[in-house]
């Protein structure tokens, strides 16, 4: 994750964009990416959307590159770790929809 971030980080100040980054713009950025992800998978079948072929597979691959992108770069505007956000809320909803206790 720490590379990641450094990479980003890299990316961003040598295009001079940090200033476009702002947490508003970020997180428009993230959703209008999120759109593109759902788009892919419009009008398929289940079936279908479970066996993507090559071109789209690849499509999705860079969508969700650029979902994870934004997100940590989201993350990084308010010192937050995306990963340690991710445990702390699969805890918290293990909590809030506990597995159904088997017979």
Same mark, same amino acid.
């Given at each position: ?10 990316f961003v100040? $040598?295009? &001079? ?32 959307s479970l ?23 989201l993350a990084?505007?308010?010192?937050? &770790? ?7 809320? $699969? ?13």
């Open positions: 994750m720490e590379k990641l971030q450094q990479e980003i980080e890299h100040k $040598i295009r &001079d964009w940090k200033q476009y980054h702002t947490p508003k713009n970020l997180a428009m950025a993230l959703s209008v990416e999120t759109a593109e992800l759902v788009e892919i998978f419009q009008w398929l079948t289940p079936e279908e066996a993507l072929p090559g071109e789209k597979l690849v499509h999705l691959e860079e969508e969700i590159g650029d979902i994870m992108i934004y997100l940590t770069t990084a505007v308010f010192n937050l &770790d995306p990963l340690t956000a991710a445990h702390k809320k $699969i805890q918290k909803n293990a909590i809030k929809y506990p597995a159904p206790v088997k017979p």
